[in-house]
């Protein structure tokens, strides 16, 4: 209970604060309709934030389409390059995945195909000789060169040597300078083969006889081992032996993959094939056994491919058309947004692509599209779908439902053109946004004007009230003392002063 300097009020707030409480409650209907109005005002504005919000995320995927643009009075719609491709979708389907893998384009042809992988292409390595790490290497002092060739690029190597360089200082100036050459294609090591030897290798960074490794002949590279006589003959050249120098591969033929395609033999310097199957990227694992058989592959259309391909798109054009049957009031309220649902929804069903040939798809239908009873689009019938991408010229006549001037993508473009921002246009959304904005900030002052004349209402009345009370609490004090002197055990001349004055008072 609250006290104060009127007494105990029977609660945790005064008498003065009840009051002004009281008040300002029955005063609050003042402002229940400006509340309501900006209340009704905010979730449109959500309404038209969270459509802005999606139709950004739409205008993403449309983008990566075409470009959707405004010529004079006209509009044009250009694909982006390569695109139409895309909708030519192929898988390939490997019997066995341990010795290679494939990848399918739409250039793929849909059949059946077998590899038999022989060998996978290799780097080629070069030791040098077996040197003991201790003993003096024996190149004078100054500056010496020589020259590293792989691919018909040639790299000069050039160390600073004292002359008095052990054999193990020698060569980690040599691997040094090998490696800090710059996007050289041989990589360089020293390797410790036992605790007291060692050994430089030089490897090519990419596989394959064309990445062979050579040199010219200098007094450094005699020290290492390496002469011309290594490599004279490319098709027999010097391996290691023991701790004398050579490559690791004799043949340099053998560094290239080799393996069978439909029972053709085929090489390549890389174990990564693209040129041998139309649409088919090879990739090479490891070699099967000389009498292991064939493995096959099997390429078919892919409809998993183009429904992952269009997916984003499909799914940012339902979420707008979600968003739009979000809330019907503004629908009713609101011409353009309910134009623009009636719009949006119609292009499901619409001619894509008009057409008098019937193995020609015209709507999204056509190609196993359903139009669900909210507008959004779902993908019902693969099976229709790959029937159309069989046929000839399928993928291009399906591309054409998307990417056509009068296509999907066009149709969604043109709908909602005037409610992005467009050179010196803000946009209708954004327009309308604005207005929102504008009439709630002139809400809040209105109702901030009327709170604070109740405010001041209040304290006036809350003055009063204390006036009124204190002048009461006077007279109550007076009559308490009053009271008190009547009944007191004064004098009988006091009482009779009280007796007399009564009497008058009658």
Do not use: C, H
């Amino acid at each position: 209970m609250a006290i104060d300097s009127f007494g105990i009020s029977g609660s945790d707030k005064s008498y003065s604060e009840l009051l002004v409480e009281s008040y300002k409650k029955s005063q609050a209907t003042r402002t229940e309709g400006l509340q309501s109005r900006k209340q009704t005002l905010q979730t449109r504005q959500k309404f038209y934030n969270n459509l802005n919000s999606k139709l950004n995320s739409l205008i993403a995927q449309l983008d990566k389409f075409g470009e959707y643009k405004k010529v004079g009075d006209n509009f044009t719609f250009t694909p982006t390059s390569g695109i139409n491709d895309k909708f030519k979708t192929r898988k390939a389907t490997v019997s066995d995945n341990d010795y290679f893998t494939v990848k399918a384009d739409g250039n793929a042809i849909v059949g059946s195909n077998s590899i038999k992988v022989n060998r996978i292409a290799t780097n080629d390595v070069l030791v040098s000789n077996r040197l003991n790490l201790s003993n003096s290497f024996g190149e004078t002092a100054g500056e010496k060169s020589f020259d590293l060739s792989v691919n018909d690029k040639t790299y000069t190597v050039t160390v600073n040597f004292t002359g008095s360089e052990t054999n193990e200082e020698a060569m980690r100036k040599i691997v040094n300078a090998i490696n800090g050459i710059k996007d050289v294609k041989i990589s360089a090591s020293l390797v410790k083969d036992t605790e007291t030897t060692g050994r430089i290798s030089l490897m090519s960074k990419e596989t394959g006889e064309n990445n062979k490794i050579t040199f010219t002949q200098t007094s450094t590279t005699e020290l290492l081992g390496w002469t011309t006589s290594l490599f004279t003959d490319p098709n027999a050249r010097t391996t290691i032996n023991g701790a004398s120098a050579g490559y690791k591969v004799s043949d340099a033929s053998l560094l290239n993959a080799s393996f069978d395609a439909n029972g053709i033999a085929i090489t390549r310097n890389s174990n990564e094939v693209k040129d041998v199957l139309p649409g088919l990227t090879i990739n090479l694992l490891k070699p099967q056994a000389a009498d292991a058989q064939p493995i096959g592959i099997t390429t078919d259309i892919d409809v998993d491919g183009f429904e992952s391909f269009v997916d984003a798109l499909i799914k940012e054009y339902n979420g707008v058309l979600f968003n739009l049957n979000q809330n019907k009031d503004i629908q009713r309220q609101d011409t353009s947004i309910s134009s623009l649902q009636q719009r949006l929804r119609s292009i499901g069903t619409s001619v894509l692509n008009p057409s008098n040939d019937l193995d020609v798809p015209k709507r999204l239908t056509d190609i196993g599209f359903k139009v669900n009873n909210d507008g959004t689009l779902v993908l019902s019938d693969k099976d229709k779908l790959k029937e159309f991408l069989a046929k000839d010229n399928g993928a291009e006549n399906i591309a054409k439902l998307f990417t056509s001037e009068t296509g999907f993508v066009a149709k969604i473009n043109e709908v909602i053109y005037n409610l992005k921002p467009q050179g010196g246009n803000s946009g209708l959304l954004k327009v309308r946004n604005e207005s929102i904005t504008r009439e709630i900030t002139n809400i809040d002052k209105r109702i901030a004007s009327i709170e604070a004349s109740i405010e001041q209402q209040a304290q006036s009345l809350r003055k009063e009230y204390e006036s009124y009370l204190k002048v009461f609490l006077q007279a109550q004090g007076q009559y308490s003392l009053l009271s008190t002197m009547s009944t007191s055990s004064l004098s009988s001349g006091y009482n009779s002063l009280i007796a007399q004055q009564a009497t008058l008072g009658q």
